[in-house]
């Protein structure tokens, strides 16, 4: 990546957005423009409505509109993939992307963040947190799952758990991902968290507007460290029960600032500050 150019040699106000559709209620542009203020960094972030079978087009036409990157959501992470030019090896093993660099001449590099932010959300929340204390337990099996699960084995987890819905996910999942994953019925996800001392999950089961996550919590440890992915309720029920029980509890809000700040950096030349403040506009 050293053909590219940092954003002090840009001669124009750099451009990024994010793609998606929908779009309208992402929270990325309000977090961008707050960052972007904050610094006093000329440049912009919008928000850019694509339907799948203008994708393609779009991503030619971006980096020719004066835009440096954009970040990939719903439903074009794992698309974006086969048009990128240059993908890393962790978007690749994801099997999505959710940050592109757009190069001044024109070529797409695709990377994802995902399991970064992850990461960093929970070590920012309770530094203390040692993955490979006992297993991890992971519930659901989709795009985002796939990147917690790269960070949690990245991380050192020696054991992770996990059950989905639909058995044959998870058991893709294992495949790609090796010995070190069990897979577990979606009818003993209450087992699986026995002795787990990191519990996540990865579903938008809980989310406002979806049905609830019904998982007996009675085998949670009250050491375990337990996060939600979804922030929307901050404190989903699942959080608020763990909590009861007497774990430590990392709600999701954060793995979304943490994932927005190495494209933010790379596009906008400034490596932004994840806090309060960040947090408050976020969920403005």
Known sequence: MQDDLPASQITHAPLAGVIGMPIAHSRSPRLHGHWLAR?????????????????????????????????????????????????TDRAALIGAANTLIFRPDGKIHADNTD???????????????????????VIGAGGAARAVVASLLDSGVKELRIANRTRLRAEQIKAEFGARLVVYDWAQVGNMLEG??????????????????????????????????VYTPLMTPFLTEAQARGCRVVDGLGMLLHQAAPGFERWFGQRPDVDDEARRVALE
Request: proline share 11%.
């Open 39 to 87: 610094y006093g960094l000329p440049g912009h972030y919008v928000p850019i409505p694509v339907m799948p079978e203008h994708l393609a087009e779009v991503l030619r036409i971006l980096p020719r509109a004066g835009f440096v990157g954009a970040n990939v959501t719903i439903p074009h992470k794992e698309a974006v993939l086969t048009l990128a030019d240059t993908v």
């Open 115 to 137: 399991g970064y932010g992850f990461i960093a959300n929970l070590r920012q929340n309770e530094p203390d947190w040692q993955p490979d204390l006992g297993p991890a337990a």
């Open 196 to 229: 787990a001392s990191t519990v996540v999950n990865a579903t938008s089961l809980g989310m406002d507007g979806k049905q609830p996550l019904r998982v007996p919590l009675d085998a949670l440890s009250p050491s375990a460290l337990v996060t939600d992915l």
